[in-house]
């Protein structure tokens, strides 16, 4: 049963939200868990300019994913950073190109489900999980979110991301905020629940 991760991360916040969701998915016995990175649209020294090569390099281990290898999966948990409440133009680009999917009903059935991350709190981590919702109905996929019983989201002591839709952390501003360990245990917690549902819907 494999379980596709498939992220995009420019400083890194994501890549470690989408090892902590490979971390929970791997928990459930059967689970083949892949960690892979949508394709890069932006060239070196634009990354450059933005102060992102150095993470990337980080990631630069870690396969690219392939239109081929979305088919192969039962499940398939995708991570993007926030830009203006939507998806990055990464992730878009990418499930622009899976048409042949589409047209093959490929990924009808199989589970979906979405983590994220934002500059600041109110972001638009929520609109963008949302918003990437309807390419994934649009290909007839089964939504999984992040339940509340997880019960790190009724937590009020502290500020943490995550929501009913998806797994999420805050960047900061500046990026300085690496995902907490609450924001961490919400992304295993999405790996194991759409693995275990899997697991159950392949049985």
Same mark, same amino acid.
């Given at each position: 049963m494999k379980v596709l991760i498939p992220f995009y991360s420019l400083y890194g916040h994501v890549y470690k939200m989408a090892q902590a969701v490979a971390e929970g998915a791997a928990q459930?016995? %059967?689970?083949?868990?892949?960690?892979?990175?949508?394709?890069?649209?932006?060239?070196?020294?634009?990354?450059?300019?933005?102060?992102?090569?150095?993470?990337?390099?980080?990631?630069? #281990?870690?396969?690219v994913c392939t239109v081929?290898?979305? %088919?192969?999966?039962?499940?398939?948990?995708?991570?993007?950073?926030?830009?203006? %409440?939507?998806?990055?133009?990464?992730?878009? =680009?990418?499930?622009?190109?899976?048409?042949?999917?589409?047209?093959?009903?490929?990924?009808?059935?199989?589970?979906?489900?979405?983590?994220?991350?934002?500059?600041? =709190? #109110?972001?638009?981590?929520?609109?963008?999980?949302?918003?990437? #919702?309807m390419t994934l109905l649009h290909q007839g996929m089964i939504i999984v979110g992040l339940p509340y019983s997880f019960e790190g989201q009724r937590r009020v002591d502290v500020i943490t991301g995550c929501s009913p839709y998806g797994a999420s952390t805050i960047a900061g501003p500046s990026g300085e905020r690496l995902p907490s360990d609450n924001e961490l245990d919400g992304a295993r917690f999405q790996g194991s629940h759409v693995a275990f549902i899997a697991k159950k819907l392949a049985g």
């Open positions: 459930i016995e %059967g689970a083949e868990v892949l960690l892979r990175r949508v394709p890069e649209t932006l060239a070196p020294e634009v990354l450059q300019k933005m102060g992102a090569l150095e993470p990337q390099k980080t990631m630069s #281990h870690i396969p081929e290898e979305l %088919g192969e999966a039962a499940a398939i948990i995708f991570g993007t950073p926030t830009r203006f %409440g939507n998806m990055c133009g990464q992730m878009r =680009q990418f499930l622009d190109s899976t048409g042949k999917l589409w047209a093959a009903n490929a990924l009808v059935g199989k589970i979906g489900s979405v983590f994220t991350s934002s500059n600041t =709190q #109110h972001g638009g981590q929520e609109a963008t999980i949302i918003s990437f #919702h």
